[in-house]
């Protein structure tokens, strides 16, 4: 690790205004910042804590939905009652990721902005474009088990490893920032994440020294909550395909549905066309498979995640299935 320089923020704004200049990054958990520290992925010259603001309170909006601080630890979120009455898909994604030590330091904020776990990104002495724009991408013709299915490019095949964030883009969530002009933006989840393209080294729609404050989740949907992980070993480990599901349904069909999918890109993966599928259909094999066939039209392989495109078909099927059970 490279040393830095440390201090403590005493104000959002100075916060964002200090995250402005090169070299600077905010931290506040810590639990993928410090990794990607001590492999000199990230080489920040100063850390500004901002654990000491006032981000970590869960509240009640107006409509019925909640506000939550950039600043809400994993576990507390997941834990919270209202989460766990309303947004059982979200508690049960949370419950999914990392470890109970590593969800009692993570935030809310920091989960959305987690980076890849592609095995190329974490080494420095191997081409990555993410890491090092234009050196190429070695996952393409390497070991790519884990990576992408949908929505990559020839720049870039990761995958975005948060299984949260999978289950805030199944509920419409709003992630609102601040700058270090005190100018405060809500952001869509929808249009909160970037595709790789030929840009896969910026990753979100945050500008230079904007700052996550909270994310908000609007009144919950109808409908039975699940959150599906299918990984290589029962904990610790990342998705291979996630599905976050929320399906209302009633004598045999589907009233609505909500599906986000992790694991297959560089984002959280919501499909209109796949619900679209589902909508006053029968809870059969053939509106399963019609869902399934939305989800993924124009998947690609890379040899080693080849499995991921029946695994997907497959663990659709499984929660949809359960989702409709009467």
């Not at 810590?30 to 990607?36: E, I, Q």
């Not at 989960?111 to 592609?118: A, H, I, M, P, V």
């Not at 190329?120 to 070991?143: I, M, Q």
């Not at 009633?250 to 919501?270: C, E």
Request: aromatic share 6%; net charge positive; proline share 6%.
């Amino acid at each position: 690790m490279k040393a830095f320089s440390y201090q403590r923020a005493d104000s959002t704004a100075h916060a964002a205004a200090a995250a402005v200049k090169p070299g600077v990054k905010i931290i506040a958990g810590g639990t993928n910042l410090l990794d990607l520290m001590k492999l000199q992925v990230e080489t920040p010259s100063q850390l500004v804590d901002i654990n000491r603001l006032p981000l970590d309170k869960i509240e009640e909006t107006s409509d019925g939905g909640l506000r939550v601080g950039a600043l809400v630890r994993n576990s507390d979120l997941a834990a919270d009652a209202r989460v766990r009455q309303r947004y059982g898909v979200l508690s049960r994604a949370l419950l999914a990721g990392a470890s109970a030590q590593l969800r009692n330091k993570a935030t809310t904020g920091g989960n959305l902005l987690q980076r890849t776990r592609c095995y190329y990104f974490y080494d420095v002495t191997k081409p990555c474009n993410k890491r090092s724009p234009g050196s190429g991408c070695a996952a393409l013709a390497g070991f790519n088990r884990i990576h992408a299915i949908l929505g990559t490019s020839n720049e870039c095949i990761a995958t975005h490893p948060s299984d949260m964030a999978v289950a805030m883009r199944a509920l419409d969530a709003k992630v609102e920032t601040v700058n270090g002009e005190g100018e405060t933006r809500v952001i869509p989840i929808a249009e909160f994440y970037r595709l790789p393209g030929r840009t896969p080294e910026i990753e979100t729609s945050l500008k230079s020294g904007e700052i996550i404050t909270a994310v908000t989740l609007p009144p919950p949907p109808p409908g039975v909550h699940i959150y599906r992980k299918v990984r290589d070993r029962a904990s610790y480990a990342f998705a291979l395909v996630s599905v976050a599901a929320i399906v209302d349904s009633t004598r045999g069909r589907i009233r609505s549905a909500r599906l986000a999918f992790g694991g297959l890109a560089l984002k959280p993966w919501r499909v209109p066309q796949a619900v679209e599928k589902l909508a006053n259909a029968p809870t059969d094999t053939a509106s399963f498979n019609a869902a399934a066939d939305a989800v993924l039209d124009g998947a690609r392989g890379f040899g080693g995640n080849d499995f991921k495109i029946p695994l997907t078909r497959r663990t659709l099927h499984s929660v949809l299935a359960e989702t409709t059970r009467t």
